[in-house]
């Protein structure tokens, strides 16, 4: 599988700070994804990027934004907390031209 | 996007077949059928994927309709590390080929 990391595995915030998620992958994936996963749900996308320096919108992209400075890793970055935000987020990759996204261990983030 | 529907959860005994269906009645001809599952604690892992003919791997089997409205998960023989939770999901050929998740079937596998 990619190496696929993710950065923090666990984080508490209270309200209204912010913090930055880090994806980093070592294979050359071109492809990048987060997601969030609230309990008893299933995944849904935040934003992802198709590339360096490119990013776009998924499902739920309010309250986050992104940014892909270096191909090997996706920045997923919160300004203002809210509650609502409190999930397990999950960074994926896929090769462009290939079927399977690889995923990362996730991180957990309780909003408090 | 298209949607999938999957019964919410179901069970099996350790080393016997398990057959996981998911329905798809709004599938473009198109759209790739994928399987993803998550075991406790972890990513979702890819499982398998097909567009028209039945597919093997190493992990299971892809049966798909003829009409390809619906399509059935076979892992040959449950065991133990096969509890999870597992998405059946369309991936369409237009733009960044995304995946959409349901919330999938929570396979408990009986010892």
């Known amino acids: 599988n990619a190496g696929v990391t993710q950065t923090p595995k666990f984080r508490v915030l209270k309200t209204g700070q912010s913090m930055t998620l880090l994806c980093a992958q070592d294979?050359?994936?071109?492809?990048m994804y987060w997601y969030r996963q609230d309990p008893g749900m299933g995944l849904r996308l935040i934003h992802y990027s198709v590339g360096e320096g490119t990013t776009a919108k998924g499902e739920v992209p309010d309250g986050y934004n992104v940014s892909r400075l270096k191909k090997q890793n996706f920045l997923l970055g919160l300004e203002s907390a809210a509650p609502s935000q409190t999930s397990v987020y999950f960074c994926?990759?896929?090769?462009?031209?290939?079927?399977?996204?690889?995923f990362g261990p996730g991180t957990r983030l309780t909003v408090t | 996007d298209a949607k999938t529907t999957q019964p919410n959860s179901m069970e099996s005994n350790e080393e016997e077949p398990v057959h996981l269906p998911c329905n798809h009645s709004?599938?473009?001809?198109?759209?790739?059928i994928h399987w993803y599952r998550q075991l406790p604690s972890q990513g979702p892992e890819y499982v398998i994927h097909g567009l028209t003919s039945n597919v093997n791997n190493r992990m299971a089997s892809l049966a798909i309709a003829e009409d390809r409205k619906s399509s059935t998960l076979i892992l040959h023989r449950a065991t133990l590390r096969d509890a999870a939770v597992y998405y059946c999901i369309l991936r369409t050929q237009t733009g960044a080929n995304n995946l959409f998740f349901g919330t999938g079937t929570r396979l408990t596998v009986i010892p």
């Open positions: 294979m050359n994936h071109e492809y």
């Open positions: 709004t599938i473009s001809g198109t759209d790739y």
């Open positions: 994926a990759v896929r090769l462009a031209g290939g079927y399977e996204q690889y």
